[in-house]
């Protein structure tokens, strides 16, 4: 099995996210959250792989209303 880390598979996945019912959330905001949502995603990632990509994976995830 090949793995695809690729920003447009990322753009893919933030796509999915933002059209699937599901709430995105930052680890922050479910850790402080007094309710949750009955469907939600947790939002976290490392980029210190290929930290270049890191301002482009923010803008992805915020054309998707993604923090």
């Keep these: 099995m090949s793995l695809d ?4 598979k990322y ?5 999915a996210i933002a059209f ?3 709430v995105p959330m ?3 905001d479910y850790l ?3 309710e949750l ?3 939600l995603v947790v939002m976290r ?5 290929v930290p270049k990509n890191e301002p482009k994976m923010a803008l992805i ?3 998707f209303g993604i923090r």
């Design 20 to 22: 699937s019912g599901y």
């Design 61 to 63: 995830e915020n054309d």
């Design 11 to 15: 753009t893919d996945l933030c796509e």
């Design 5 to 8: 880390f690729t920003l447009g």
């Design 37 to 39: 949502p009955s469907r």
């Design 26 to 28: 930052t680890v922050r």
């Design 45 to 49: 990632h490392d980029v210190d792989v």
């Design 32 to 34: 402080e959250a007094r």
